[in-house]
């Protein structure tokens, strides 16, 4: 799982971070892990089946993804053009794990939403583009 390619760019600016990273992975329960992945993957509608509830959430959202993270991409993108007020951030030279790869940005980030939400200031109704 250390090594997927999600977690290359981790690899490669953060050799450390991303070796503690493989540490604490290596020490989860195999088992525990299979029951996640399997609950994860196999036992939830495909976020391309959920556009009606997407389409009908009205919560101040903000999506992220690294550049680096192909899986997510193209679903991150399709719950952006779902979702009213769902805002996009996306990290530059990062992978999957960017509150570990990237900590200041995702907290500032987070922190930039956090209180646009609380102020109102966050997101406006945009037409779903179905």
């Excluded at 690899?11 to 399997?38: I, M, N, Q, V, Y």
């Excluded at 509150?99 to 609380?118: G, W």
Aim: aromatic share 10%; net charge positive.
């Amino acid at each position: 799982m250390a090594n997927l390619a999600v977690r290359r760019a981790f690899k490669a600016k953060d050799p450390r971070g991303w070796a503690a990273f493989r540490e604490r992975l290596k020490k989860h329960s195999a088992e525990g892990c299979a029951r996640t992945l399997r609950g994860s993957f196999l036992d939830r509608p495909s976020v391309y089946d959920q556009g009606e509830q997407l389409r009908a959430c009205r919560v101040p959202t903000l999506l992220m993804f690294g550049d680096d993270d192909g899986p997510a991409i193209a679903p991150t993108l399709f719950m952006r053009a779902q979702m009213p007020r769902a805002g996009l951030a996306v990290f530059p030279w990062s992978g999957h794990n960017l509150n570990i790869e990237e900590p200041v940005a995702f907290n500032r980030a987070l922190d930039d939403f956090f209180h646009a939400s609380e102020q109102g200031r966050w997101g406006y109704e945009v037409p779903s583009t179905k």
